[in-house]
C-alpha cells in the first residue's frame, strides 16, 4: 500500500514538472509570436499556418497525453480523494421478526395480565382461606369418624345375642367387678351361682369386648373353639378353665376346692378386664 502511494506521488511530482515545462514552452511560443506580428502583417499572415502546425503538434504530443492521463487516474483513485471504506463485521440476528399481534391476541394477554395483578394481590387471602377450609374439612372429617364409630359400636351392641341358652349375658345384667361378686358368692357357699357369674361374665366379655361371634345356641365346646383365633393364649387359659369347672359342677356334680374358686374369681380381672382387645376393635 505504501508503495503504491508513493508511485502514485512521484506520478504527479512528474506531472506537474512537465506541465510546468509545456507551460513555458507555451509561453515562449506565444512571445515568439508576439513578436513577428508587430514586425509586419505579412509575414504574420505568412507564419499563421506555421503557428497553427505548432499547435496541433503540442496537441499530438503524446507525452502530454501521457501525463493528462495520469492526471485522470490519479484523481480517480480513491485513496487521494480523501474518502475511504470501512467493512465492519457484526453478528446476525436469528430472531424472527415480530408478528402482528391479532386484537384477540392482545385481549387475551391483557386478561392473562390482570390475573396475574388479581392474584398477586389477593394471594394472602387466598392462602388463609385454603388454610380455613382444610381445617374445616379436617374438623367434619374427624366428626364423621367419631360418629361412625359410635354408629359402629351401637350397631355391634344391638346385633349382639343378649342370651346365651337361656344365660344372660348383658354388661348391664352384670356386676361392675364380677371376680369379686362372685368370690362373694362361693364364700357363702353359692358355688353353682359364683361358676354361673363367671361362666356369664366370661361369655359377656368375649362377645362385647373380644368381638367373639357366639350365637344364642352355642354350647361350651363351640364358644371356646370361636374364642381361640381372637383371645391370648393366657385369656384363652383362663375362659378354658372357667368352662371346665362351670360343667363339671353343672353337669357332673363335682365339687370345687377353695383354692380354685379363688383362682377362678381373682383371675377374672387380670385376664379378661386388663388385657387389652385385640386391633379390631380400635382400628377405624
Known amino acids: 500500500m505504501r508503495s503504491r502511494r508513493a508511485e502514485l506521488l512521484a506520478a504527479l511530482l512528474l506531472a506537474a514538472c512537465l506541465g510546468g515545462a ?13 513578436a513577428a506580428a508587430a514586425v509586419s502583417a505579412p509575414e504574420d499572415a505568412a507564419s499563421a499556418p ?4 505548432s499547435s496541433a503538434a503540442v496537441a499530438d504530443d503524446p507525452r502530454a497525453m501521457r501525463i493528462e492521463s495520469a492526471a485522470d487516474k490519479l484523481r480517480l483513485d480513491p485513496l487521494l480523494s ?54 374445616a374439612l379436617a374438623l367434619v372429617s374427624a366428626r ?3 360418629q361412625l ?29 364380677v371376680g369379686a361378686a362372685a368370690w362373694a358368692l362361693w364364700q357363702a357357699g353359692q358355688v353353682p351361682a359364683a361358676l354361673s357369674l363367671l361362666y356369664r361374665g366370661a361369655l359377656s366379655r368375649l ?25 391370648e393364649a393366657t385369656a384363652l387359659r383362663y ?12 353337669y357332673g356334680g363335682r365339687t370345687l376346692s377353695t383354692a380354685m374358686g379363688e383362682a377362678l374369681c381373682s383371675g377374672f380381672g387380670q385376664r379378661l378386664d386388663a388385657v387389652p382387645p385385640p386391633a379390631a376393635e380400635t382400628s377405624t
Open 50 to 53: 506555421g503557428h497553427a502546425a
Open 239 to 250: 375362659v378354658t378353665q372357667v368352662v371346665r369347672a362351670w360343667e363339671a359342677n353343672t
Open 82 to 135: 480523501g474518502k475511504h471504506t470501512e467493512h465492519r463485521l457484526r453478528w446476525k440476528s436469528t430472531s424472527k421478526p415480530d408478528e402482528k399481534k391479532t386484537p384477540e391476541d392482545s385481549s387475551f394477554l391483557n386478561w392473562l395480565s390482570s390475573l396475574a395483578r388479581f392474584l398477586n394481590d389477593t394471594s394472602r387471602f387466598l392462602f388463609w382461606g385454603v388454610i380455613a377450609v382444610l381445617v
Open 207 to 231: 362377645i362385647h369386648r373380644f368381638d367373639v361371634p357366639i350365637t344364642a345356641s352355642a354350647t361350651e365346646g363351640e364358644c371356646l373353639a370361636l374364642a381361640r383365633g381372637r383371645l
Open 144 to 146: 364423621h369418624l367419631v
Open 22 to 34: 509545456a507551460a513555458g514552452a507555451r509561453a515562449e511560443d506565444d512571445d515568439a509570436d508576439a
Open 149 to 177: 364409630r359410635t354408629f359402629r359400636r351401637r350397631a355391634k351392641a344391638e346385633s349382639a345375642v343378649s342370651h346365651v341358652r337361656d344365660l344372660d349375658v348383658r354388661p348391664e345384667s352384670l356386676p361392675d367387678d
